[in-house]
């Protein structure tokens, strides 16, 4: 049975209260919006604690996407610090990577993950960045970008 996962916006300036128990019980929980609702933003930042599951969802959001016909990718950020997207897809993501590209109008979806895992290799996310709009030609104004970020509660 798949694990149906809520959401909620954290309010402007109150960013450094999201990884207290008391602010995010204060959000309340119902008619948060899932999944569906939350890929409709083009820039996601998912917060919960280390261990929640948060590659898991990520993972098999993609899949979906990638069965439903749309351009998706998994990217550990670490990775892209160093290396470029290309050499991080497999034959059939390049394909689809290359399809969106030609396409000039649909949006594409990077799960970009583990950035607790970059910061411990010294990476660069500005790099990622950069390398990852390097590959796609600049187009980010098509991109759904899904980033996750690891905080104690």
């Not at 599951?53 to 959001?61: A, F, I, P, S």
């Not at 030609?102 to 910061?119: G, M, N, R």
């Not at 709009?133 to 980033?147: E, H, P, S, T, Y």
Request: proline share 1%; glycine share 6%.
């Amino acid at each position: 049975m798949a694990v149906e996962r809520s959401f909620r916006n954290i309010p402007d300036g109150k960013l450094d209260e999201a990884d207290q128990q008391s602010f995010l019980v204060g959000l309340g929980w119902s008619n948060a919006p899932g999944w569906a609702e939350l890929l409709q933003s083009k820039r996601i930042l998912i917060i919960s604690e280390a261990g929640a599951g948060k590659t898991y969802e990520c993972r098999t959001q993609c899949q979906r996407l990638w069965d439903a016909g749309e351009a998706a990718f998994v990217l550990e950020l670490a990775t892209l610090a160093t290396s470029d997207l290309r050499s991080m897809l497999d034959h059939d993501e390049e394909l689809r990577l290359d399809a969106w590209l030609a396409s000039q109008s649909d949006v594409a979806t990077f799960f970009l993950d583990s950035i607790d895992e970059l910061k411990l290799s010294l990476g660069s996310f500005e790099q990622a960045l950069k390398r990852l709009n390097k590959a796609i030609a600049g187009q980010l104004v098509r991109v759904r970008i899904v980033n996750d970020a690891a905080r104690a509660i």
